[in-house]
């Protein structure tokens, strides 16, 4: 388990959990969601939801892994774009973690 902060005061935070990161991986979510300017504004937050709700409604398998990314993390009451340019940074630093253990194993 991982805790986000989602404001800047640091009143509210979220707990992401290693299957919420291993379905963002698993559905590539991040990849090329923040344009050139490198800002996560509330419009790429939105554009993260459109593109969950598309691939949900789209998919002929079990997306349980998408609901429930939905409901723990992006959907949450509280998030907003600070909270997803953490998001995006916890999942940044977990992927160069797995990556650094699976060269440390071999």
């Known amino acids: 388990m991982y805790d986000i902060q989602l404001n800047e005061s ?7 959990s290693e299957a ?5 991986e698993k559905h590539a979510l ?3 969601l ?3 300017t490198g800002y996560v504004t ?12 598309a691939l949900i ?3 002929s398998e079990n997306s349980k892994d998408l609901l429930d990314l939905c ?5 949450h009451e509280k998030m907003k774009a600070f909270g997803l340019k ?4 916890l999942f940044l630093e977990w992927e160069n973690g797995r990556e650094h253990r699976q060269e440390i194993e071999e």
């Open 10 to 16: 640091g009143t509210r935070h979220l707990t992401v």
């Open 20 to 24: 919420n990161l291993k379905t963002i």
């Open 30 to 32: 991040l990849r090329d």
């Open 34 to 36: 923040v344009d050139s």
């Open 42 to 53: 509330e419009e790429v937050l939105d554009k993260l939801k459109h593109n969950v709700r």
């Open 57 to 59: 409604a789209s998919s």
């Open 71 to 75: 409901i723990d993390v992006i959907y």
């Open 86 to 89: 953490n998001l995006i940074l």
